[in-house]
């Protein structure tokens, strides 16, 4: 248990879809962290945000839709995704994102786009 | 090519062996970091490291910034082992808080 908490585990969606990703840390963390992992792939680095600011969109299309309400939850808005979105999408949270500490990982969303 | 590679891609073991996971790397960094994923997709952080060599239980991280590269030993590998492993780093400079992360090396642990 990190302490990162990713709802649902698993999700299948049509492309007409709309879903959101939820997830929560009560680490005290201020840094939160949306990363893409496609099969056969790195991680991808999709939205950073800071003090519920946002201060990272990694080209990121637009059908996917972060929000972050507070420190403590971050959520990822899902609408008329393709199936090449299918992947596992993780949410991570740091201290802060100076860069100087550790990451801590939800278990991540299995996406399944038909 | 990806600025992180690692090596081998796959690796088979039989238990109590001593395994050793390759990181190499192409930019200045500041931080290199070991992360463990199990089936079913949790991440684990393992070690962050920006010199020299951190020890875990069984588990030794070393890095050469010199040479740009890390090793992961595991020392009387155990079935419950079994995962990937995956290496990332983080920039010397600009938005240096970016991981750049490795495809990752999946351990198999045989009884």
């Known amino acids: 248990e990190t302490g990162v908490t990713q709802t649902p585990r698993h999700l299948v969606m049509g492309m007409t879809n709309k879903k959101s990703l939820k997830c929560e840390q009560h680490?005290?963390?201020?840094?939160m962290y949306w990363y893409k992992q496609s099969a056969k792939k790195p991680l991808e680095l999709m939205f950073v945000?800071?003090?519920?600011?946002?201060?990272e969109n990694n080209s990121v299309p637009s059908r996917f839709s972060p929000e972050c309400p507070n420190s403590s939850h971050l959520f990822l808005h899902l609408h008329t995704l393709q199936p090449e979105d299918s992947a596992l999408y993780l949410c991570a949270s740091s201290q802060d994102r100076s860069g100087g500490e550790k990451l801590f990982f939800g278990s991540g969303t299995q996406l399944s786009v038909l | 090519k990806n600025e992180v590679e690692q090596s081998p891609q796959n690796l088979t073991a039989q238990e109590g062996e001593f395994i050793t996971i390759n990181c190499s790397y192409s930019v200045g960094i500041s931080a290199l970091h070991w992360l463990q994923q199990h089936p079913g997709g949790g991440i684990v952080s393992l070690f962050m490291?920006?010199?020299g060599k951190k020890k875990h239980g069984r588990l030794i991280a070393t890095i050469n910034i010199q040479e740009k590269h890390s090793s992961l030993h595991i020392t009387a590998s155990h079935p419950r082992d079994s995962a990937v492993y995956i290496c990332?780093?983080?920039?010397?400079?600009?938005?240096?808080?970016?991981?750049?992360f490795g495809k990752g090396t999946l351990l198999t642990v045989n009884p």
């Open positions: 680490l005290g963390h201020n840094a």
């Open positions: 990332a780093v983080r920039g010397s400079g600009g938005s240096n808080y970016k991981l750049t």
């Open positions: 945000y800071n003090f519920k600011e946002q201060t």
């Open positions: 490291l920006s010199s």
